[in-house]
């Protein structure tokens, strides 16, 4: 095989893989082998710059600046859809219809509609050449690098596609995955984003396309325009862009009559909440194309097509508080306190009201009647006031000047929206959430000792800071509340066994503003121990890969504050892990290569994760279930004899953990 052989068959591998893994939901390779054979293209690909493609599955991870995305305009214009609220809206909407066609018999496809941003992406050839955002429908903005970035959409096409075409389609962040960036944010101190659609669209414009790539946005599919398209209806059409490779949601439904339309509507109405994404209605549209035709468009949008919205939900309710809360940073978040009111299958008793502008711009009073609406976000917001229900004596709300818990007057940085509490290290639930950070799974990863304990220990007075952990015995733990010889004795275990988590996880764990897991990392790789990074000037620190002057800025603060230096230096004696330990395997080979392992039972010499990855660092795969695919079955003490049964039906070798270090050792 020569080179440009080699590099197209690692293109269509990893290409099946990202089709197979973010549109089929089905990965075929294991993250590891993934990753190796990425590097060995990327190798190749830089040797070789002769071959280098723009659609090559290496350019996925992005690293694109656009300054100006450039506007260009749209081949097939942009419509919007008009909107529907009833039966009746869409009964006469049919009546429309047919009017023009005559008393035809009519089928609807009837889709979901997706409540992300819209995204118009040209294909030639095969090949992904363009993706433009709606803008105002006749020219938008030129987001190509930004989208290739999202592992769903397909570089290159596979099947009988038309040589040129359009794919209109919408650009979501699924709801996991917008939860576990606002989960990022907050551990660093951050704000985190409101809601799934704004932050989708927000990322499209981003100028470096390396942060998009780190998003976890999805791209769902509705819509195909061009010239000879090989198919006659919308629903054909659905189903050809799933076979060329596209995501395109299998939801999606025909329906003969506008009651089959009724149906799909009201059953989406109640288990849209179940989707992994957001929506905000359906779109039902013309089935047949040469009646979409026939029917055309208004001067805004097609008349093939019409949008029903679910209601948002709201409620009227009464606001009988405002309380604010004091984050682990400082950060002061005001809370609408309601009288309880049942919305959207919950009972909702809280709003957050997010800071003083948010107030002032609504004008919000204790007793005011408000409007509650809880639509993608997760937690409900007050979306307006009923002003004719105010009664004459309301005050206007006045935002608190002072801290709730420890009375210091509170700061408000310019151009910052959240006023702090800048009492760090005196603040209790300032305290209490740092050392609860400590102590969390991706920190320290403490076992035995909870959130609520560290409040208890901290309210009894046995702890001020995380550092004091690390003193405490059974002895003085036993008196608190719900505390029994066991767990007493499990949470002082816990915290020594502390003392191997390393460096990187510490760093983190410290809680230093605006350094999350990932910068923790990269400080921790590049200064190798706490001394080096103690050391480091404001320069050095910025001039490390992806640190900015915000970041470098709050470890100089922190290193400055001799109480961090004081709980570092305990720390230190303590045992805690201050440097980095290489992990460099000198030992990886590739002798495990096309071979699958299931590991099952418990071991003695090593851990199931540390055989995983010595399997995976050798060049193997390791399996979740005994299949005919499997290679090896590496058994431990108390494996299931239902496994056991099918390993040797399938005449599968078992080995034990001795058999496997030996071949591990095995030249
Ligand atoms: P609106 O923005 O409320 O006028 O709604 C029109 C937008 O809905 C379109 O521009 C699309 O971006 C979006 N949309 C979401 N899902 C669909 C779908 N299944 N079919 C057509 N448009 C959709
Ligand atoms: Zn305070």
Redesign the pocket.
């Known amino acids: 095989m020569n080179t440009l052989q080699a590099i197209q068959t690692l293109r269509e591998e990893l290409n099946l893989h990202n089709h197979n893994y973010y549109v089929l939901d089905n990965p075929t390779l294991s993250d590891y082998e993934f990753d190796m054979k990425l590097k060995e293209l990327q190798d190749l690909e830089t040797k070789n710059p002769e071959f280098f493609d723009v659609n090559s599955p290496t350019q996925r991870v992005g690293g694109t600046i656009t300054k100006n995305f450039e506007t260009i305009p749209h081949e097939y214009r ?1 419509y ?2 008009d ?1 529907s609220y009833s039966k009746e809206d869409l009964q006469d909407w049919e009546v429309r219809i047919q009017k023009v066609l005559g008393d035809v018999p009519l089928q609807y496809t009837c ?4 409540d992300g941003a ?1 995204i118009s992406i040209t294909y030639e050839n095969g090949k992904l050449a363009r993706a433009v955002t ?1 803008g105002d429908g006749f020219q938008g903005d030129d987001v190509t690098n930004n989208i290739k970035t999202i592992r769903s959409i397909p570089l290159h096409l596979k099947g009988n596609y038309p040589e040129h075409f359009a794919i209109r389609g ?1 650009i979501v962040l699924p709801f996991a995955g917008f939860e576990k960036m606002n989960q990022e944010l907050i551990e660093i101190g951050e704000t985190p984003y409101s809601n799934p659609r704004n932050t989708a669209s927000g990322s499209l414009k981003l100028q470096d396309s390396a942060e998009v790539a780190k998003r976890p946005l999805d791209c769902l599919l ?2 195909l325009i061009g010239n000879q398209l090989p198919f006659k209806s919308q629903f054909e059409g659905l189903e050809s862009a799933r076979k060329w490779g596209f995501k395109v949601p299998n939801e999606s439904k025909l329906a003969s009559s506008l009651e089959e339309v009724f149906q799909f509507i009201e059953y989406w109405d109640i288990h849209r909440h179940n989707l992994p994404y957001e929506t905000d209605g359906v ?1 039902v549209k013309v089935n047949d194309l040469h009646y979409q035709e026939e029917l055309g468009y208004t001067a805004k949008s097609p008349r093939w097509a019409m ?1 029903y919205k679910f209601k948002a939900e709201q409620v009227f309710t009464k606001l009988n508080s405002i309380s604010y809360q004091v984050g682990r940073t400082g950060s002061i978040t005001p809370v609408a306190n309601l009288e309880p009111v049942q919305l959207a299958g919950t009972i909702v008793k809280r709003a957050s009201l997010h800071n003083a502008d948010q107030i002032e711009k609504l004008d919000i009073r204790i007793d005011d009647t408000v409007f509650v609406e809880k639509g993608g976000e997760i937690i409900p917001k007050i979306i307006a006031v009923d002003l004719s229900k105010r009664s004459g004596n309301s005050e206007p709300t006045k935002y608190i000047t002072h801290c709730p818990e420890c009375e210091t007057e509170l700061i408000r940085s310019e151009g910052e929206a959240n006023h702090y509490c800048p009492n760090f290290y005196g603040c209790p639930p300032q305290i209490i959430g740092r050392i609860q950070h400590y102590i969390s799974r991706k920190a320290m990863d403490i076992e035995g000792l909870g959130g609520e304990t560290v409040a208890l220990l901290f309210n009894n007075g046995l702890v001020h800071n995380y550092a004091d952990l690390y003193e405490l015995t059974v002895g003085q733990i036993l008196p608190l509340e719900r505390m029994a010889q066991k767990s007493a004795e499990n949470l002082v275990k816990g915290v020594a066994n502390s003392v191997a988590i390393p460096f990187e996880s510490v760093l983190f764990a410290l809680g230093i503003r605006f350094v999350g897991e990932t910068v923790a990392k990269k400080l921790a790789k590049h200064y190798k121990n706490i001394d080096a990074l103690e050391r480091a000037t404001l320069m050095d620190l910025i001039l490390v890969d992806e640190i900015g002057e915000r970041i470098a800025k709050s470890v100089i603060e922190f290193f400055e504050n001799n109480e961090n230096r004081i709980i570092i230096e305990r720390l230190k004696k303590y045992g805690v892990q201050f440097e980095i330990v290489e992990k460099v395997n000198p030992n990886a080979t590739e002798k495990f290569l096309g071979k699958t392992f299931v590991v099952s039972g418990v071991f003695s010499t090593y851990s199931r994760d540390e055989l995983k990855k010595a399997i995976e660092e050798n060049g193997g795969k390791v399996g979740s279930s005994i299949s005919a695919k499997t290679d090896f079955v590496v058994a431990g003490d108390n494996m299931g004899p239902a496994k056991l049964e099918k390993a040797t039906k399938l005449n599968i070798s078992i080995i034990s953990e001795d058999k496997f270090i030996e071949m591990l050792h095995e030249s």
């Open positions: 942009m919007s859809l909107n889709e979901l509609k997706y819209s709606r919408e509705y819509f779109v949008a």
